[in-house]
């Protein structure tokens, strides 16, 4: 395989920043849409609950039911091409978001979100597999820390737009959905610039039953420390961000008293705070890979959680609104988030075996989605225990921890390189 020899600051990167970030804005402004669509249907907050979660877990399906196929689909031509095939893709599932909408029919909006997440799940693996092998490592942190900082804005633009074509086109959603199909047709051209990536040298053959693939991926993942760090550093990010996308907004108005666009801002908070640690990334990792960020960000992540239960109490004990430190916490939990989920994607990119990346990061992603999923057993247990959102953010920030200790234990010599990471610069 030829060397990697894309730079951070030419048109081809450009282009691939412009593209993955039209599609997560597709992803979370259509998801947003039909969630404003179906929950104006219900009555009462324990079915928006439910509902929300519901299709949360319809979205998350496809990218474990499909994620072996699509790290093969990705081994077996240049990623480039995967690219650009997923985004001609996404017009097509776009255009029949356009005619279930126009068809009143929410099962038809629903099949069509599946097919949403279907077109991401092998879009997912031919993205960061081709940062694996087009972009030198030492440059490797900062182009994901591009990633996610452009992913992040994707999110709080779509978290907008969502919500703004329904209120626009209530009775006119197929209309509205072509602004979809418009964002779509951009990342479809945006991707035809992006740099051909490397040959396929050895195509593996397909594989229909994704059991033995599993297993193998498994097993190639705990062979190597470092990797089975960054696939753990995947389930719990995933299985924390799931959680705090519901529960923060509950926090704002259960303790904080803050509805609306001044409870978004809250949210909003945190992802900026994501963004800033993508950034801080880039810095800390001094043009390395450097794995030992990892619990560093997953530490950060942790404490800024918990510290939410915390400043949630006056003097006497009981719930009190503490606005300056509740953002600073939830601000601190973004900043180690950010640090966390850009290094675990730069590992598993850089520890990859040459000519399998797509496989073994389409199994990253697969732990990740296995993490929304127990996210919702988490949610409907902090529930259950009759937990307030000061008492549930105490209890996912000590869970974070806990998964912190796990992966320090999957790799202990991550100890030693911390020192490294905040030694004096010389």
């Given at each position: ?8 600051k030419?048109?081809g990167?450009?282009?691939?920043l ?10 979370n ?22 509902l929300?979660?519901d ?13 072996t196929w ?9 990623k480039?091409?995967v ?9 097509g599932?776009m ?11 929410p ?16 879009f997912?693996?031919?993205?960061y ?8 490592a030492?440059?490797?942190t ?19 737009v969502?919500?703004?074509v ?7 959603l ?15 051209w ?27 991926m498994g097993r ?9 760090l960054a ?21 704002a108005?259960?303790?904080l ?16 705070g ?8 880039q ?35 009981a719930?009190a ?6 953002f ?31 496989r073994?990061?389409?199994?990253n ?23 307030g ?6 209890a ?12 320090l ?10 020192r ?7």
């Amino acid at each position: 395989m030829s060397s990697p020899t894309l730079e951070l600051k030419t048109p081809g990167f450009r282009a691939y920043l412009i593209t993955q970030f039209l599609g997560a804005l597709n992803d979370n402004a259509f998801k947003l849409t039909i969630i404003s669509m179906i929950l104006a249907t219900t009555a009462t907050a324990s079915e928006e609950g439910r509902l929300s979660r519901d299709l949360q877990w319809l979205f998350a399906a496809p990218f474990m039911l499909f994620a072996t196929w699509a790290g093969r689909v990705a081994d077996r031509h240049r990623k480039s091409s995967v690219m650009l095939a997923s985004k001609v893709a996404e017009v097509g599932v776009m255009l029949a978001a356009a005619a279930a909408f126009a068809s009143g029919s929410p099962p038809m909006v629903l099949v069509v979100l599946g097919l949403m997440s279907v077109q991401s799940t092998f879009f997912g693996p031919a993205k960061y597999g081709y940062l694996g092998e087009c972009v030198d490592a030492r440059q490797l942190t900062a182009a994901n820390g591009w990633v996610s900082l452009t992913t992040i804005l994707a999110i709080i633009l779509g978290s907008l737009v969502g919500p703004w074509v329904y209120q626009t086109f209530p009775e006119r959603l197929g209309l509205g959905a072509l602004i979809y199909v418009g964002i779509a047709l951009v990342g479809t051209w945006t991707a035809r610039s992006i740099p051909a990536a490397p040959a396929v040298q050895d195509p593996p053959p397909l594989a229909f039953n994704p059991l033995p693939e599993l297993r193998a991926m498994g097993r190639g993942v705990l062979a190597d420390r470092a990797l089975a760090l960054a696939v753990a550093g995947s389930f719990h990010f995933f299985l924390v961000g799931a959680v705090l996308q519901v529960d923060l907004l509950a926090y704002a108005e259960e303790v904080l008293g803050l509805t609306g666009p001044a409870g978004g801002a809250f949210f909003a908070t945190s992802a900026i705070g994501i963004g800033a640690g993508s950034m801080l990334a880039q810095r800390l990792a001094r043009r390395t890979v450097e794995p030992a960020l990892i619990p560093v960000g997953a530490l950060g992540l942790s404490v800024g959680i918990a510290a939410l239960a915390l400043v949630a109490r006056d003097a006497t004990g009981a719930v009190a609104p503490a606005y300056v430190p509740a953002f600073a916490m939830v601000a601190l939990s973004g900043l180690g988030g950010g640090v966390f989920i850009v290094t675990v994607n730069a590992v598993a990119q850089h520890r990859a075996p040459a000519g399998a990346k797509g496989r073994f990061l389409a199994f990253n992603n697969f732990m990740g989605f296995a993490g929304v999923f127990a996210a919702g057993l988490v949610t409907w247990l902090t529930r259950e225990a009759g937990l307030g959102a000061p008492g549930r953010a105490l209890a996912v920030g000590v869970l974070s921890a806990l998964l912190t200790l796990v992966g320090l234990a999957i790799y202990p010599a991550v100890l030693g390189r911390m020192r490294a990471v905040f030694a004096p610069r010389g």
